[in-house]
């Protein structure tokens, strides 16, 4: 189908451009922006006057929990949510039951997220067999069934000599190794920061030495292999000034944050809310303001949903017995308008964090951008409207998140996929 | 985001009794005053009042006790309630009904108050949301105790004696000795007396028993028994618990002892009419010393009397009589 997006404003932060002009999609791609090409006959115009024409967003932590816990969420429903969120691409966590330590399941997975034709999945395989963290998957055959890197999900390894060995033998092909810091002992038995709010509720704490322990044995060890690393979901400002601090010392290391880190803190349990449970835990304000800024400096790579749905049955617990994670998917795109409106950022610079920046970290070259030939992933949105969050508009099926109740900036209009449009409003 | 105080209903009336971190200067006082009165009932040939009658109280306790319920269930027959009382942690959640499907199954017997105990942080404050989510706003809550966040009627019970022993809270500097970390009574305490006004508060322990940031909670921090001791007013011991005695908290309960139990002789660096309080049960020879138990200076026992009292007041008080 031969589609037109006429009139709208846009934004390629690949490419540092944001004006108003057409783009034209044809066979799945974006074959010309401005004028249109010789002979092209749109089959469909999209007015996008007054809105925001973007890529696709890319999402490098979205949970689908197929397969296991399809009473949480199944590949239709979050599918369904990605694209009313404007969501075109997403990495899926190995954190699924049975985990995606074998090439069969992530093959299912890539073929039955195929077969729905959404959006692209990403499956991001597990460093060792079962997240055990002690015998190591089969790697080079899990790339070879699609997976883009390894990582352990939440679950630490806790030999450390096994952890150097798996960063070893994924730097022998120079594989990417996703690691969330947590010193697993210190983390244990622990369900929100360590910190006032914590104190007050009696909940067992999580020191903030649980992620700068973690991160320097992490950081010495990539180091010393070679490995690519990169820090999923920061939440402390030491801990990102630890990443500096390896940087400035010449290793190679990105690091993320997801949209809750970015926008709440302990504050926001108030009185026990199990929204705000989460892992890593929700810390300081001043972390919060410390994570806010290092994105919007690109000293933090990449912004994510670390979109986790919950059923209600497993949120409305005493905190600590209930389970941790947030909804998200349909939000990324809002909460992202919300931060860069609150540290006054050029659009472009915040949308590339949810784009082209994410599209680098997962290795995805042909979307991401909008250049002519790029594949036509595209989100359309109106600036100007606002999502309203509550249980009934979320598509997901996970209704759990902190910002029920919020106005968010920014709405989702169109999402194409690969020159479909697959969801409009 | 949930972030109404959910022991308040609209009016900013007390609906529940949650916890006393946030609960206002005057609604702290007026259950004290509330207590005096039930004291005289104990004295009385028929200690029994009929401000419940008809009123149904479920004793919920997810985790054993045996004398924080009895003072409970003393406390509502007193008032002429009915009691039943549910050790849960022996019978349906081992089962694995959830703690609301429980608490639904339970007003569908017609409960008009809930005391509740439970392992873990702020699950009687679910209960109150759950209750107010759905609408079943005649029926109270209150907390008897839950993980490490409050127990609140043993913080006002600890306020009665140091108002009945000392009168003014203005004046007084108080400690409190002992596993600040794991203790609910202790986060009830500083609360109720940094809201009542008293200048000082101290905590005294080992660094391994002390939150993080306790300081917030308005306290000063004392390591040393005799720095902290000194010139105080009140002394307030916790409860060191057996599984917390032999490991990475304290080496010993021998050594814990030496530094931080009460002995007379430490108890002499307190001031010569200073209280000494206990919430119960004590252990003899780990935190507190015999001499000092049995001493002149202890007000232990009527600490429990007086929890009679503070229980009748806030179950009458919430059921509106």
Sequence with gaps: MKIRISNGRVIDPANHTDSVEDLFIANGKIIARGAAPDGFAAERTLDASHLIVMPGLIDIAARLREPGFEYRATLESEMEAAMAGGVTSLAVPPDTDPVLDEPGLVEMLCYRAKKLNCAHVYPIGALTLGLGGERLSEMAELVEAGCVAFSQANVPIVDNMVLMRAMQYAATFDFRVWLQPLAPFLSRGGYAHDGEVANRLGIPGIPVAAETVALFTYLQLAKITGARLHITRLSSAEGLALIETARANGIDVSCDVSINHLLLCDQDIGYFDTHCHLVPPLRSAHDRDALALGLAEGRINALCSDHTPVDDDSKQKPFSESEPGATGLELLLPLTLKWAKEKNLPLTTALARITSDAARLVGITKAGHLLPGARADVCVFDPAAQTHVSREKLRSQGKNTPFLGLDLPGEVRYTLVEGRLMFER | ?321
């Design chain 2, 1 to 321: 985001m949930r972030n109404r105080n959910p022991q308040l209903n609209s009016n900013g009336e007390l609906q529940h009794l949650l916890t006393l971190d946030g609960l206002p200067h005057e609604v702290i006082v007026s259950i004290l005053d509330h207590a005096a009165p039930f004291t005289e009932v104990a004295e009385r040939e028929v200690k029994k009042l009929p401000l419940l009658r008809g009123k149904s109280i479920f004793n919920l306790f997810f985790e054993n006790s045996t004398r924080t319920r009895t003072t409970f269930e003393i406390a509502a027959k007193r008032l002429s309630a009915d009691v039943v009382n549910l050790n849960v942690s022996t019978s349906s959640t081992a089962k694995g009904e959830s703690l609301l499907d429980t608490v639904d199954n339970l007003c569908a017997m017609q409960a008009d108050m809930f005391v509740v105990r439970h392992a873990a942080s702020g699950a009687p404050v679910l209960i109150a949301q759950h209750l107010q989510a759905t609408g079943r706003d005649h029926i109270h809550v209150i907390n008897a105790g839950d993980g490490r966040h409050a127990h609140p009627t043993q913080g006002l019970l600890d306020m009665y004696t140091i108002r009945h022993f000392k009168g003014d809270f203005t004046q007084l500097t108080v400690a409190i000795i002992g596993d600040v970390l794991h203790s609910r009574v202790a986060r009830s305490q500083i609360a109720a007396l940094t809201a009542l006004g008293v200048p000082e508060v101290r905590v005294i322990g080992p660094k391994t028993l002390l939150p993080t940031e306790i300081e917030k909670l308005g306290v000063r921090v004392f390591h040393d028994m005799s720095a902290g001791l000194r010139g105080v007013d009140v002394v307030m011991m916790l409860r060191l618990q057996n599984e917390r005695m032999n490991g990475a908290l304290l080496p010993t309960p021998q050594e814990y002892f030496k530094v931080w139990g009460l002995t007379s002789a430490k108890l002499a660096l307190a001031k010569p009419d200073a209280i000494v309080m206990h919430p119960g049960p004590i252990n003899r020879g780990v935190e507190i010393d015999s001499a000092v138990v049995d001493g002149a200076q202890a007000v232990i026992l009527p600490q429990v009397t007086f929890g009679i009292a503070v229980r009748m007041a806030v179950m009458s008080m919430l059921a509106g009589q």
